[in-house]
């Protein structure tokens, strides 16, 4: 694990990396999180490739965060005996607000762009474009940034630009 200046981590916090006796020395950190980064209060990180948080990144409370998944493809074994998947990663880019109780499964690889913000028990699955609000299970985008606007606009929202261009 590699931390930057001026990390916090909340109480309860669990930063995890199964099987890291395996992983041998001279491999890359399994968990980065950049400098000004603060974890809430009972956050999870659990990390068998690479979850990587960068700069000033804000999570609530009991904020999971994974890029593996536990294996259930043989029905005749009990799932805690299968081990886990194969995994992918997490990255979280600068300034982004992760809210409280929300889990990112980056089981395939995942990445949160730069000033994003994922709502309070939302369930991410994919990745996240810059400057975009998700919410929801599975987390959909609900708000974008509108550089031409300089502010941010909802999704469902119509293009006010649009209607003068027909």
Do not use: Y
């Not at 890291?20 to 000004?36: D, H, K, N, Q, T």
């Not at 659990?46 to 700069?55: D, P």
């Not at 909802?154 to 209607?163: I, K, L, M």
């Amino acid at each position: 694990m590699v931390f930057g200046d001026q990390v916090g981590v909340g109480a309860h916090s669990l930063l995890i990396v199964p099987d890291w006796r395996e992983r041998g020395s001279g491999v890359e950190p399994a968990i980065v999180i950049g400098s000004r980064t603060s974890l809430g209060v009972a956050c999870t990180i659990s990390a068998i490739n690479r979850v990587s948080i960068g700069n000033d990144v804000l999570f609530g409370p009991r904020v999971w965060i994974t890029d593996h998944n536990h294996e259930f493809r043989d029905v005749t074994r009990p799932i805690h005996a299968q081990g886990r998947t194969a995994g992918g990663f997490v990255e979280i880019e600068d300034n982004c607000w992760i809210g409280t109780g929300a889990v990112v499964v980056g089981a395939r690889g995942i990445r949160i762009g730069k000033g994003s913000v994922i709502g309070a028990n939302s369930v991410v699955v994919r990745s996240v474009a810059p400057f975009s609000v998700v919410a929801g299970n599975p987390a959909r985008v609900i708000r974008q940034f509108d550089a031409d606007r300089g502010d941010w606009r909802r999704v469902d929202e119509p293009d006010p630009q649009a209607s003068h261009q027909r």
